[in-house]
T-cell receptor, first 114, second 115 residues
Framework: GAGVSQSPSNKVTEKGKDVELRCDPI?????LYWYRQRLGQGLEFLIY????????KSGLPSDRFSAERTGESVSTLTIQRTQQEDSAVYLC????????????FGPGTRLTVL | AQSVAQPEDQVNVAEGNPLTVKCTYS??????LFWYVQYPNRGLQFLLK??????LVKGSYGFEAEFNKSQTSFHLKKPSALVSDSALYFC?????????????FGSGTRLQVQP
């Protein structure tokens, strides 16, 4: 079946512009996660959605970052007034609601802020 | 707070030899532990997980990992390495008592298998 998809695959923007990244989770997966991977580093948790519960936003690095999810489907991560340090690969993952199921990752969006 | 350490940035091994990629963790209670692999220009792929039960966990592509509670380790192993195993490997942990679903990842270990 289809995996997690993300768009765009690459995004180049100028400092100060806003960007929107999209994630389509696996159908039926109620949990959705956003992570950031800076060059040569591990993944940093950003935000987590589970069904209709309030999202866990504890990983968002600043108020320039926000995310939304419509029901149990598509999610968008928005970065306002982008800075050069925002350059990274943004990875989305989804999982079933079962408490210890593994997360399935999308291919990521590579964001470059000039 | 939970954390994961992967002490080796890179591991080099000859094809056909056994490989080990090290991982140690720190959590407040019992952990859920995971290994993921990342091939160039691709997302992370799940390899295996430890939740409870047998300390030796078998996963995809012939990989296995051993959970050692006393040493707080979860090393990834394979008896005979293949050139195609060359990739970036990440260990990750979920701290069960906190109920937090997000994974905490190590910094990754690059595995290079030489022909």
């Amino acid at each position: 079946g289809a995996g997690v998809s993300q768009s765009p695959s690459n995004k180049v923007t100028e400092k100060g512009k806003d960007v929107e990244l999209r994630c389509d989770p696996i159908s039926g997966h109620t949990a959705l996660y956003w992570y950031r991977q800076r060059l040569g580093q591990g993944l940093e948790f950003l935000i987590y959605f589970q069904g209709n519960s309030a999202p866990d936003k504890s990983g968002l690095p600043s108020d320039r970052f926000s995310a939304e999810r419509t029901g149990e489907s598509v999610s968008t991560l928005t970065i306002q007034r982008t800075q050069q340090e925002d350059s990274a690969v943004y990875l989305c993952a989804s999982s079933t609601s079962e408490r210890y199921n593994e997360q399935f990752f999308g291919p990521g969006t590579r964001l470059t802020v000039l | 707070a939970q954390s994961v350490a992967q002490p080796e940035d890179q591991v080099n091994v000859a094809e056909g030899n056994p490989l080990t990629v090290k991982c140690t963790y720190s959590v407040s209670g019992n952990p859920y532990l995971f290994w993921y692999v990342q091939y160039p220009n691709r997302g992370l792929q799940f390899l295996l997980k430890y939740i409870t039960g047998d300390n030796l966990v078998k996963g995809s592509y012939g990989f296995e990992a051993e959970f050692n509670k006393s040493q707080t380790s979860f090393h990834l192993k394979k008896p005979s390495a293949l050139v195609s195993d060359s990739a970036l490997y990440f260990c990750a942990v979920r701290d069960i008592p906190t109920g937090r679903r997000a994974l905490t990842f190590g910094s990754g270990t690059r595995l290079q298998v030489q022909p």
